[in-house]
């Protein structure tokens, strides 16, 4: 069993500043990308940003120059640091992991609860 859990988030003045952090626990055999997702009301999950296990990084067009997005692989945690925040911003959060739990080695995906960001003007 995997766990995801994810922690940050809450309330910020546009313009300011949030970090999240999500750590991956459980029966995980190796993990390849961690990431964060976000969903608006009424709108699809959309990626934010991803970094794969050498550190190589995507991230959303809308956030490019105010997300940044780190990993620590030897505690399998990931992070998202959010600066210059706007209300578009304002969202639930999703931790993701691509990974391979050590039963079944595969590579699934693993989802975090999910932590809301809202962003006031």
């Known amino acids: 069993q995997v766990q995801l859990v994810e922690s940050g988030g809450g309330l910020a003045q546009a313009g300011g500043s949030l970090r999240l952090s999500c750590a991956a626990s459980?029966?995980?055999?190796?993990?390849?990308?961690m990431g964060w997702y976000r969903q608006a009301p009424g709108q699809q999950r959309e990626l934010v940003a991803r970094i794969t296990t050498d550190g190589s990084t995507n991230l959303a067009d809308s956030v490019k120059g105010r997300f940044t997005i780190s990993r620590d692989n030897a505690k399998n945690t990931v992070s998202l640091q959010m600066n210059s925040l706007k209300p578009e911003d304002t969202a639930v959060y999703y931790c993701?992991?691509?990974?391979?739990?050590?039963?079944?080695?595969?590579?699934?995906?693993?989802w975090g609860q999910g932590t809301q960001v809202t962003v006031s003007s």
């Open positions: 993701y992991a691509l990974l391979k739990v050590v039963v079944a080695m595969r590579w699934s995906d693993y």
């Open positions: 459980g029966s995980i055999f190796r993990i390849n990308a």
